[in-house]
């Protein structure tokens, strides 16, 4: 299955610096000290929207594993321990069949909550503008390790503060960045807990603090023969354990799309789609969240999200509150509402779910942040229609808003030349940040979105937009 976190770019590379170990870290190799279920390493790896990555420091045990995922190749400082100009110096040397064109990415192997929206985004703009584009901090501090260089700028920057013995041993990274004039540099805010780096024991905790798991969005077409989405869903999970996920969340009605008879699936086919769900969790030990159909006793169902975690916990059903009695639509004929709010917890952090149409209802996602929700799961099967898109986008940036909490959308994948009225997906699953921001959003067709949590991203929402706390009821009428 296509990952949006796996595409390459031809004109991006990328020199991540991962020199070792660390003296105010004991000793320990930082790059590769755990931080959510992965090395920091690999996070900054996996993060890195680039063809060509270059890691310059020991590959240790697990660079084979690493270079095999992430099409790294690893390269030894010379001399070991010469400091980060001269590490960043040979990473350079390896660019050595890159066009004047390549835009490269400076980047430190422990800065574990880089983005992948954020480098695309600051190469982009160093690729528009020709010039220097570093991330910085609130206090204005320029993060020298997470820029992005025109390549023949980098170059001559390096050749102008090479020593004159030749080499770049004990130089450091603020005399390169010394060479460019006032117009040449240009900074990106940080957006959370993006910018930080692992260099001292405190870093790390918060580090691991902020992390939040690592979620794949599952875009799916859903077909009408149950064995065929059974087989989908089995590929789509996989794939998502590949790339290092602790979650996947599948859309609305994966057991079998709307139009065809739900009652007849929810109960032929309801029990072998959660042992499915159970199996694979177990498989593959991660959490999955999936939309089925569950048999009520007036001869409808319910529309129903299961939650199935390793070993059966967490074990979890949400069944949609809102009914899509709209736009033509009368779920309510054959879906019975639900009527309780659900969250769980995962790695440290509080999820709540919700199911299409309810994203047009604002207090239930405010009711779910107010139980600890960080993050909102939201599976969709999207109707077609007019302005039905923007109506989504808008919608998603606003619950988010409401609750200032991040809102992972999933959708289905809408069959192509599908012509039918019932509900089939618009795809463009989408992660938005707590202050209304698309972070990452795909297509129409299917695919992976994959989404690194940044906690602190929705503390500093929550702290700087208290809608939360300055809620009041107001009187009925």
């Given at each position: 299955m296509p990952s949006e976190q796996t595409e390459t770019t031809a004109t991006v590379a990328a020199v991540i610096l991962a020199g070792g170990a660390s003296s105010r870290m004991g000793g320990t190799d930082k790059t590769r000290l755990p931080i959510a279920g992965a090395s920091a390493l690999e996070r900054v790896l996996r993060a890195t929207p680039a063809g060509v990555r270059?890691?310059?420091?020991?590959?240790?045990?697990?660079?084979?594993?690493?270079?095999?995922?992430?099409?790294?190749?690893?390269?030894?400082?010379?001399?070991?321990?010469?400091?980060?100009?001269?590490?960043?110096?040979?990473?350079?040397?390896?660019?050595?069949?890159?066009?004047?064109?390549?835009?490269?990415?400076?980047?430190?192997?422990?800065?574990?909550?880089?983005?992948?929206?954020?480098?695309?985004?600051?190469?982009?703009?160093?690729?528009?503008?020709?010039q220097v584009t570093a991330l910085a901090g609130e206090d204005g501090h320029i993060q020298y390790l997470g820029a992005a260089w025109p390549l023949p700028r980098l170059r001559t920057a390096l050749a102008a503060v090479e020593n004159p013995e030749g080499g770049w041993v004990n130089l450091s990274l603020r005399r390169l960045y010394a060479q460019l004039g006032e117009q040449e540099l240009a900074t990106r805010?940080?957006?959370?807990?993006?910018?930080?780096?692992?260099?001292?024991?405190?870093?790390?905790?918060?580090?691991?603090?902020?992390?939040?798991?690592?979620?794949?969005?599952?875009?799916?077409?859903?077909?009408?023969?149950?064995?065929?989405?059974?087989?989908?869903?089995?590929?789509?999970?996989?794939?998502?354990?590949?790339?290092?996920?602790?979650?996947?969340?599948?859309?609305?009605?994966?057991?079998?799309?709307?139009?065809?008879?739900?009652?007849?699936?929810?109960?032929?086919?309801?029990?072998?789609?959660?042992?499915?769900?159970?199996?694979?969790?177990?498989?593959?030990?991660?959490?999955?969240?999936?939309?089925?159909?569950?048999?009520?006793?007036?001869?409808?169902?319910?529309?129903?999200?299961?939650?199935?975690?390793?070993?059966?916990?967490?074990?979890?059903?949400?069944?949609?509150?809102?009914?899509?009695?709209?736009?033509?639509?009368?779920?309510?004929?054959?879906?019975?509402p639900g009527h309780e709010l659900v969250t769980f917890d995962l790695g440290g952090t509080r999820f709540g779910l919700a199911t299409c149409y309810d994203v047009r209802f604002p207090e239930q996602f405010t009711a779910l942040a107010r139980r600890g929700a960080q993050v909102i799961l939201l599976p969709l099967a999207w109707a077609e229609g007019p302005g039905k898109r923007d109506q989504l986008r808008l919608l998603l940036r606003a619950r988010a808003l409401d609750s200032t909490s991040a809102l992972l959308a999933v959708d289905q994948a809408p069959p192509a030349g599908y012509t039918g009225r019932a509900a089939r997906g618009i795809g463009h699953s989408a992660a938005v940040g707590p202050l209304g921001e698309v972070r990452q959003e795909l297509g129409r067709t299917p695919g992976l979105l994959l989404v690194d949590l940044d906690l602190a991203e929705i503390e500093t929402a929550r702290a700087s937009l208290p809608v939360l706390r300055h809620a009041v009821e107001l009187p009925r009428t």
């Amino acid at each position: 299955m296509p990952s949006e976190q796996t595409e390459t770019t031809a004109t991006v590379a990328a020199v991540i610096l991962a020199g070792g170990a660390s003296s105010r870290m004991g000793g320990t190799d930082k790059t590769r000290l755990p931080i959510a279920g992965a090395s920091a390493l690999e996070r900054v790896l996996r993060a890195t929207p680039a063809g060509v990555r270059i890691v310059v420091g020991p590959d240790g045990p697990d660079g084979r594993a690493l270079a095999a995922r992430h099409r790294a190749r690893f390269v030894l400082e010379d001399p070991p321990r010469s400091g980060p100009l001269a590490a960043l110096a040979r990473g350079v040397d390896e660019l050595d069949d890159a066009g004047d064109a390549t835009t490269v990415l400076v980047l430190a192997g422990d800065m574990p909550l880089l983005r992948p929206e954020t480098l695309r985004s600051l190469a982009a703009q160093s690729a528009s503008a020709q010039q220097v584009t570093a991330l910085a901090g609130e206090d204005g501090h320029i993060q020298y390790l997470g820029a992005a260089w025109p390549l023949p700028r980098l170059r001559t920057a390096l050749a102008a503060v090479e020593n004159p013995e030749g080499g770049w041993v004990n130089l450091s990274l603020r005399r390169l960045y010394a060479q460019l004039g006032e117009q040449e540099l240009a900074t990106r805010p940080a957006a959370g807990a993006e910018g930080a780096d692992i260099d001292t024991p405190e870093a790390l905790d918060e580090a691991r603090r902020v992390a939040g798991p690592r979620v794949a969005l599952a875009q799916l077409e859903v077909s009408e023969d149950p064995r065929e989405t059974f087989a989908t869903v089995r590929r789509a999970v996989a794939a998502a354990a590949e790339e290092g996920a602790q979650l996947v969340v599948l859309p609305e009605a994966t057991l079998t799309p709307f139009g065809t008879d739900l009652r007849a699936a929810a109960e032929q086919h309801h029990p072998g789609f959660e042992r499915l769900l159970q199996e694979l969790a177990d498989l593959h030990d991660l959490v999955v969240v999936g939309g089925s159909f569950t048999p009520t006793d007036d001869g409808r169902v319910h529309n129903t999200l299961l939650v199935r975690g390793p070993g059966g916990s967490p074990r979890l059903e949400y069944r949609k509150i809102h009914l899509f009695d709209a736009f033509g639509a009368d779920e309510s004929r054959t879906v019975a509402p639900g009527h309780e709010l659900v969250t769980f917890d995962l790695g440290g952090t509080r999820f709540g779910l919700a199911t299409c149409y309810d994203v047009r209802f604002p207090e239930q996602f405010t009711a779910l942040a107010r139980r600890g929700a960080q993050v909102i799961l939201l599976p969709l099967a999207w109707a077609e229609g007019p302005g039905k898109r923007d109506q989504l986008r808008l919608l998603l940036r606003a619950r988010a808003l409401d609750s200032t909490s991040a809102l992972l959308a999933v959708d289905q994948a809408p069959p192509a030349g599908y012509t039918g009225r019932a509900a089939r997906g618009i795809g463009h699953s989408a992660a938005v940040g707590p202050l209304g921001e698309v972070r990452q959003e795909l297509g129409r067709t299917p695919g992976l979105l994959l989404v690194d949590l940044d906690l602190a991203e929705i503390e500093t929402a929550r702290a700087s937009l208290p809608v939360l706390r300055h809620a009041v009821e107001l009187p009925r009428t």
